[in-house]
């Protein structure tokens, strides 16, 4: 089993930019695919981005890419999510989740583990 632990988050204005870490638990977080979600009021939890357990295989959402870099260190067992040039739309909680097979798919159901989330509001 693994914790996770998001942080980060907070107010900025559009055009800034944060920088969310996710910090897992236990020793086996480089065999874990990784993603990261968002949820804003009165919405469905949508897909950001996620990485495969070893880093090659990335998957963004078309809404932040070219935006938004996922990065991981196993050494740290710490998940990164670098977020530029927010826009308002972007506002939500952000969840970072762990799937157990590795894969870091964009599909939500895949994931086993989740964070409390952190909150994330863009000012326009």
């Known amino acids: 089993q693994v914790q996770l632990v998001e942080s980060g988050g907070g107010l900025v204005q559009a055009g800034g930019s944060l920088r969310l870490s996710c910090a897992a638990s236990g020793r086996t977080f480089s065999s874990y695919g990784m993603g990261w979600f968002r949820q804003a009021p009165g919405k469905e939890r949508e897909f950001v981005v996620s990485?495969?357990?070893?880093?090659?295989?990335?998957y963004y959402a078309d809404s932040v890419k070219g935006r938004f870099t996922i990065s991981r260190d196993n050494a740290k067992n710490t998940l990164y999510l670098q977020m530029n040039s927010l826009k308002p739309e972007d506002t939500a909680v952000y969840y970072c989740a762990a799937d157990r097979r590795g894969r870091g798919s964009p599909n939500r159901y895949e994931y086993d583990y989740w964070g409390q989330g952190t909150q994330v509001t863009v000012s326009s």
């Open positions: 990485i495969s357990r070893s880093g090659p295989s990335t």
